[in-house]
């Protein structure tokens, strides 16, 4: 018998559970069954893993929106800089001719 049936966490406490009576393994072991038992605890720890993985992946997914987000800003602010550079390079071009 495995040791994730017994009521009491032991080493080898399911060691000749099969040679004794059922009243005596009754009391060392679960009645209801191991699968059962390690189903619901499975089912606890599955929910509880798809719950943090659902929550990583949502603030990964926030972050990278807001990377994107900053990025694009930072290129708009880019552009506009480079325009305003143009703008005043022919400006000074201009007035450099008309004193000509």
Same mark, same amino acid.
């Given at each position: 018998?495995? &040791?994730? %049936?017994? @009521?009491?966490? #032991?080493? $080898?406490?399911?060691?000749?559970? /099969?040679?004794?009576?059922?009243?005596?393994? !009754?009391?060392?072991?679960?009645? &209801?069954? %191991?699968? @059962?038992?390690? #189903?619901? $605890?499975?089912?606890?720890?599955? /929910?509880?893993?798809?719950?943090?993985?659902? !929550?990583?992946?949502?603030?990964?997914?926030?972050?990278?929106?807001?990377?994107?987000?900053?990025?694009?800003?930072?290129?708009?602010?880019?552009?506009?800089?480079?325009?305003?550079?143009?703008?005043?390079?022919?400006?000074?071009?201009?007035?450099?001719?008309?004193?000509?």
């Amino acid at each position: 018998m495995p &040791e994730s %049936c017994c @009521k009491v966490k #032991q080493e $080898n406490c399911g060691t000749g559970i /099969l040679n004794e009576t059922k009243s005596e393994a !009754i009391q060392t072991i679960n009645d &209801e069954g %191991c699968f @059962k038992l390690y #189903q619901q $605890n499975l089912d606890s720890h599955t /929910l509880e893993g798809i719950l943090i993985v659902s !929550i990583v992946c949502l603030s990964l997914m926030l972050l990278i929106l807001y990377s994107f987000k900053m990025a694009y800003k930072m290129r708009q602010k880019q552009r506009k800089e480079k325009n305003e550079k143009i703008f005043l390079f022919k400006m000074h071009d201009t007035q450099f001719d008309y004193e000509q």
